[in-house]
């Protein structure tokens, strides 16, 4: 019995052990990744106090890119994840209200933000959508800066962000991409040139920055949402084999702007039909014409 025991102990203090080794390395690597600084060359954007500019930004800011999903209407911060087995993860106040970062920020440093995913401190800011962003054209990246730097100031100070454990394992394996910096240091796009029409061009251009292929695939088949949360379930087929395919012009944007299908049945998370739903008749023309013009494909195949 006396040995029975010692064994016992000797194997639950070796998993003890293991555990505590494993915690450590994984609480080692993330943070390693968090505190991590790039070198991002500073890129020059002239800015604009034009109303019309600024008028664009803001309408990317808010129905295009969904830059409000995460820093909350007028751009004011919010906490986008705050929960006991995760932590606290903010999206700052972009403003110059109290509590906002307005005051600092140049068109520098919201250029290497958006296009690079890099913070001001030169480390990678956590679920900054960049690979979508990169994509930005020129025009719609100077009316962005010059948007933000506009936004009218709201009073909103917010705590500060801290991850436990079960986000820090879930950076580690890969099952979440809290930093995509690293994807566009690993894979970096080049911004796009093309200028707002009712084109399946600019539709594509729209699925990119908009985040559509990010949650459907590369090729827009839909199936499971990579990284995603498994309660929102799979993303539907946007090609021409899927249901989509089954509905009219009208049926689509009547979708988007209700979040509910043809059929009756509501739009799930994480479909951000509050924010496409903002775009306009033309866009929403040209991001559907883009649709019915790319291949068929299973559904699941991405």
Not at 23 to 29: C, M, N, P, S, T
Not at 42 to 69: L, P
Not at 114 to 130: C, F, K, Q, Y
Not at 139 to 163: C, F, G, I, K, Q
Request: proline letters at 8%; glycine letters at 12%; hydrophobic letters at 40%.
């Amino acid at each position: 019995m006396s040995r029975w025991i010692k064994r016992t102990g000797y194997a639950l203090g070796g998993l003890v052990v293991l555990v505590l080794v494993t915690l450590g390395v994984v609480y080692g690597w993330s943070e390693w990744r968090f505190r991590r600084t790039y070198s991002v060359p500073a890129e020059q954007v002239a800015i604009s106090n034009d109303s019309a500019v600024i008028a664009r930004g803001e309408h990317i800011v808010t129905a295009i890119a969904g830059c409000v999903g995460c820093h909350g209407e007028g751009l004011k911060g919010t906490a986008m994840i705050d929960a006991p087995e995760m932590g606290r993860l903010v999206a700052l106040n972009l403003t110059k209200g109290e509590g906002g970062v307005g005051g600092q920020l140049t068109p520098e440093i919201i250029e290497r933000a958006v296009r690079h995913g890099i913070g001001h401190d030169s480390r990678a800011l956590r679920v900054m959508p960049a690979d979508e962003f990169q994509y930005l054209t020129d025009e719609d990246l100077r009316a962005v800066v010059s948007y933000v730097l506009n936004v009218a100031p709201v009073n909103n100070t917010l705590p500060a962000s801290y991850l436990k454990l079960l986000p820090r394992v879930l950076l580690v394996t890969g099952m979440v991409p809290f930093l995509p910096a690293e994807k566009v240091r690993d894979a970096p796009g080049k911004p796009m040139t093309i200028a707002p029409a009712r084109t399946p061009e600019y539709g594509g251009y729209l699925a990119i920055v908009a985040g559509c292929k990010g949650c459907h695939g590369p090729g827009l088949s839909g199936g499971k949402i990579e990284n995603g949360d498994p309660a929102w379930g799979p993303a539907a087929n946007l090609t021409p084999s899927g249901n989509l395919g089954k509905w009219t012009e009208a049926e689509f944007m009547q979708t988007l702007r209700t979040g509910k299908r043809p059929d009756g049945s509501p739009l799930k998370d994480p479909m951000p039909w509050q924010t496409v739903g903002h775009m306009t008749d033309d866009e929403l023309h040209a991001l559907w014409v883009y649709l019915r013009s790319v291949p068929p494909r299973t559904f699941g195949t991405r």
